[in-house]
């Protein structure tokens, strides 16, 4: 079983900063198989990022991913208000899901 | 637009069942395979099953393994979660979530049900 850990816990930045989060994955596989989501308090997931860099419909573009084997990015490039939430990796294959931990991204 | 719509948490004591419920629209249901996800209280997103899209297959996370069933009924458009000998480490947000036709990931998420266990 693949484990994901995600660093940093919590992220402090302030508005217009570039916000870098990392997903470290316990052993190496295909890039195709890693997705970004973020959450706010109280709402669902909503997915930003899947196989690795590709952004989902209606994400804007400072959103990015990147990466590949056992060390995967998610960047936004500048942070607006609405940005501030949980994100979580996951790693997809048939018949096995895993999340990360989550990162924490709050305003400084 | 995709809609997914959870039903059916509550307050259960430990040893009790509960059955969730998930009713999609928006999209042709029998086409899409379907997962539930839970979290827990403060904490992170842990998958815990999924069925293909005719129901001919399923997967479970060891945790649930024996005591969750997850079906559907593509004719009425909805996702179940039958829970059975529910402990107080069940308690979560049980999310239905929608996995990708292009691929594993999940493109479209519910709102989510609570689902309390406790005496």
């Known amino acids: 079983e693949i484990v994901l850990t995600q660093s940093p816990g919590t992220l402090s930045l302030s508005p217009g900063e570039r916000a870098t989060l990392s997903c470290r994955a316990s052993?190496?596989?295909?890039?195709?198989?890693l997705a970004w989501y973020q959450q706010k308090p109280g709402q669902a997931p909503r997915l930003l990022i899947y196989?690795?860099?590709s952004r989902a419909t209606g994400i804007p573009d400072r959103f990015s991913g990147s990466g590949s084997g056992t060390d995967f990015t998610l960047t936004i490039s500048r942070l607006e208000p609405e940005d501030f939430a949980v994100y979580y990796c996951?790693?997809?294959?048939?018949?096995?899901?895993?999340f990360g931990q989550g990162t924490k991204v709050e305003i400084k | 637009e995709v809609q997914l719509v959870e039903s059916g948490g509550g307050l259960v004591q430990p040893g009790g069942s509960l059955r969730l419920s998930c009713t999609a629209s928006?999209?042709?249901?029998?086409?899409?395979?379907m997962h539930w996800v839970r979290q827990a209280p403060g904490k992170g997103l842990v998958w815990v099953s999924r069925?293909?899209?005719?129901?001919?297959?399923?997967h479970y996370a060891d945790s649930v393994k024996g005591r969750f069933t997850i079906s559907r009924d593509n004719a009425k458009n909805t996702l179940y979660l039958q829970m059975n000998s529910l402990r107080a480490e069940d308690t979560a947000v049980y999310y239905c979530?929608?996995?990708?036709?292009?691929?594993?990931?999940?493109?479209?998420w519910g709102r989510g049900t609570l689902v309390t266990v406790s005496s």
């Open positions: 069925i293909n899209s005719d129901e001919s297959s399923t």
């Open positions: 196989d690795a860099s």
């Open positions: 928006g999209f042709t249901f029998s086409s899409y395979w």
């Open positions: 052993q190496t596989f295909s890039s195709s198989y």
């Open positions: 996951q790693h997809y294959v048939t018949s096995l899901w895993t």
């Open positions: 979530a929608r996995r990708s036709g292009a691929g594993g990931f999940f493109d479209w």
